[in-house]
């Protein structure tokens, strides 16, 4: 009776048929596939048997999920907001992060499911320790992690979801990770660097004084790591499983000197590389290179949408945004945009208005809408500037490169001198090093 509840027209494919099993089979799992595989679709595939499903994800993505959950499946579903009635429960509850803490203990799930889990990095942080708290008092009988960027910087972010998965009550998952915090871990799988900075100011009673600081890089004792993956974690790539259309990537040099700003923005960048730390302004400064982006960058997508493309703008902030966006609108062209500025309503109504109406531009910030979006609709990305994190990037990129896109795709950077190259070539080696740790 269970796969009946999905839809006749549902087929998974062989990967997500394994992907489903895997989750039925090891119960507390992290689904690891990259982005635009389908892990929405194996996790319901594997609820459809339970009766009670509770799903936490980031809360621009509660929409998302009730109409995932309408269009592969017959099961009932429904957001919790504020006044939500727990006398009339659906048999799957999609909540927030922030909104896992009021979840009564006695909704009593099956199954808990964690949309883009790497939210659960930081084990300091008051969602983390809820959703920890959460599983370790119901003890349900899966708890599944979805995240096709379970870590973005060092492989200690695995250190929060391993332990979560170590709570599993039948130890059908393999080995529980030993160690009792995160700096363990980090210490037991990465190479620990420690330097010393100088923090306070300058002035009559001068206040500095330097300090310790300990930085945790690369990747040891994969053996070991791989022993506490086994069974717990599940990872395949496009090009593994799928036949997806092509995706290139190109660098717009916009000029080969650098402006004042981002010679000011090269000596910050070259400070953190060598220090570790930046100045009080680098946030600005870095605002105001990308601001010098923006006219070349309205040109670029003036010639895009001459061609009667439809493309995604993504920027690491909201002046770039707004500003592109007024030119745009100065020209008469339709666009919409996600940033977190914007309420939930509007962020759907603009993903919407984008994949299946006459918008022709979706304007984006990187920390809103780099994670579970489908924006297929276009075939063109362009980043008018970048996020320092490269897992963030890389989310962004498979908006449009993704399960329903029939085109090549082209993701198209905007780049200004040296500052861009030499962030542009970090961000290659740190991704890099993730690919190979993941």
Sequence with gaps: MGLKMLRDDVKLYPYQHIGTAFIKEHRYVLIGD????????????????????????????????????????????????????????????????????????????????????HYLKNPKAARTKAAHEFIWEVRPEYCVGLSGTPIRNNVGEFYSILKMLSYNPVSSNGMPIAEKSQYAFSLRFSQPITRTITIGKKGKDDRRRTIEITEFKGLRNKEV?????????????????????????????????????????????????KEGKMGEHTTQLKVASAMEKVPYTCKYLFNMLEQGEKVVLFSDHIAPITAIMNTLIKANIKCGRITGQDTQKARQEAIEEFQSGSSRVLCCSIKAASTGLTLTAARNLVFNDL???????????????????????????????????????????????????L
């Design 34 to 117: 990259e982005m635009g595989l389908g892990k929405t679709l194996q996790a319901i595939a594997a609820m459809v048997e339970l009766e009670q499903v509770l799903v936490v994800c980031p809360a621009m993505l509660r929409v998302t999920w009730e109409k995932e959950v309408r269009k592969f499946s017959n099961m009932s579903v429904r957001k919790v907001l504020v006044n939500f009635d727990y006398s009339r429960i659906p048999k799957i509850v999609v909540v927030s992060y922030e909104g896992l803490k009021n979840i009564p203990r006695d909704l009593n799930p099956d199954m808990v499911v964690f949309d883009e889990c």
């Design 225 to 273: 790591l791989k022993k506490y993956l086994k069974n717990k974690y599940i990872r395949r790539t496009s090009k593994g499983v799928l036949d997806l259309p092509p995706l290139v990537s190109k660098t717009i040099n916009l000029t080969d000197r650098d402006s004042p700003t981002s010679k000011l923005l090269l000596e910050e960048w070259n400070r953190w590389v």
């Design 387 to 437: 996020s320092w994190t490269p897992g963030d990037i890389e989310q962004a990129r498979k908006r449009i490169h993704r399960i329903g896109q029939d085109h090549a795709c082209f993701i198209h950077y905007m780049s200004m001198g040296d500052i861009d190259s030499n962030i542009q070539e970090k961000l290659r080696e740190k991704a890099e090093l993730m690919r190979k740790i």
